[in-house]
């Protein structure tokens, strides 16, 4: 009866640090990639292609849900 627990603990246990493994991985693989676009060449392009000075931030809106 504990065998069988022991089991399912540890098999778990394995798949939750596999997972979160491999998001660490990811994470770190996407956070290289927007520093690398995140210059201040790059941001002042982006803000004039999106009419930040005309038109406000848009990322800043009370429309952009994904920002609160």
Do not use: C, H
């Not at 848009?58 to 609160?68: A, C, E």
Request: no cysteine; aromatic share 6%.
């Amino acid at each position: 009866m504990i065998l069988p627990g022991i089991v399912v603990v540890g098999a778990v246990s394995g798949v939750v640090a596999y997972v979160r493994t491999q998001l660490r991985k990811e994470s770190d693989t996407m956070n290289r990639m927007f520093s690398q676009q995140n210059t201040a060449d790059v941001r002042a392009r982006r803000d004039q292609r999106l009419l930040v000075e005309s038109e406000g931030n848009p990322r800043k809106t009370i429309y952009n849900v994904l920002n609160w």
